[in-house]
């Protein structure tokens, strides 16, 4: 399994603990995220539609450790006005993602007169995707944002005091833990694939199939909100392919 990088889009509110009465922050950033070959393994059942088309239920689980995440496109909306800051901002990440799914697919074999059959098709159904092991901080872009901003701060208040800006003084506030608060892990949608391979006529009634699958799905949302009033938004894709082989037993 081989799972492109995802753009995981985040946007947040934080009401000030210093000044809850006044509006919050939003913010916004887009999370890039890296994955390892992963594995999928797949159980179907199926039946024979004439002598070339076959319609099956599916039903799999895959598995893919999350490689790398860095943050790009960062902005905020501050009481003073919007601000966006440019850059990348790599965060460490740990664990893996998590499917299980169940597709009704269709295959149409291209007959050949020989043991070798190709095959294609295409499948719909629905898949729970869970990021439930990834571990990351959740305060990582608000962290990354307040920085900057302090920062930009500091430079101002030297330029306009006419005295050399010095990073080392700067004392940048951490924001606590749970500021931001952690989202829902879980989100099941519908999801479509579409596939080719041949297989192999090792007896009257077992084939040896190997082949190629690309599947892909509505977008995944996950939400959260914490008791300070701080909210939290991702949506995210994922397109991944599949290389497989397996055996298909003709009853």
Known sequence: MYIDDTDTVTRGSNVDPQNPMAPPSTYRGKAVSKYDTGFKLEGVVGYEIGSSLRIELELFYSEADVDKQAYSDISTVTPLGPVSLPGERETPVSGSIK??????????DIDLGSKWTPYVGVGAGVIEVDFGDVKYDENALAQHISDSLHIAGAQQAAQQAG??????????????????PAVSTTDTVFAYQAAAGVSYQLRDNVALRLGYRYQTSDDLKFRGRNDLGNTADTKTDVHIHFIEIGFRYHF
Not at 99 to 108: D, E, I, K, S, T
Not at 163 to 180: E, I, K, N, T
């Open 99 to 108: 499917q299980l799914g169940a597709m009704v697919n269709l295959w149409y």
């Open 163 to 180: 005295v050399p800006f010095d990073l080392a003084r700067v004392s940048l506030p951490q924001l606590p833990p749970g500021f931001v």
